[in-house]
Nanobody, 118 residues
């Protein structure tokens, strides 16, 4: 059974930092691109980042560039998202994402809440 369990969310002041983690199990983690998606209350999902299977290349949404960094440890089956310079508009539930392939659908974890507020 595929499982993605996010952790590391919480309340942080504007300008602060958080590091999210996503523990993956039930599939060959190192064979899949992985990513993060977020959803603010009352809004649709917003793509945050995608990282390739080796962790050598990551892409980010425009509002996250220069502030967020995604990484992965394939030996630990874990995905990370380092978030710096957080803004109130970054407040959302952040979901870890197993990126879809030609034969498999996207799979998201249960999410972790990030709240940026003074």
């Amino acid at each position: 059974e595929v499982q993605l369990v996010e952790s590391g969310g919480g309340l942080v002041q504007p300008g602060g930092s958080l590091k999210l983690s996503c523990a993956a199990s039930g599939f060959a983690f190192g064979n899949y691109d992985m990513g993060w998606v977020r959803q603010a209350r009352g809004k649709g999902p917003e793509w945050v980042s995608t990282i390739n299977i080796h962790g050598s290349s990551a892409k980010y949404g425009d509002s996250m560039k220069g502030r967020f960094t995604s990484s992965r440890d394939n030996a630990k089956n874990t995905l990370y998202l380092q978030m710096n310079g957080l803004k109130p508009e970054d407040t959302a539930v952040y979901y870890c994402r197993k990126v879809s392939t030609m034969t498999e659908s996207d799979f998201w974890g249960q999410g972790t809440q990030v709240t940026v507020s003074s």
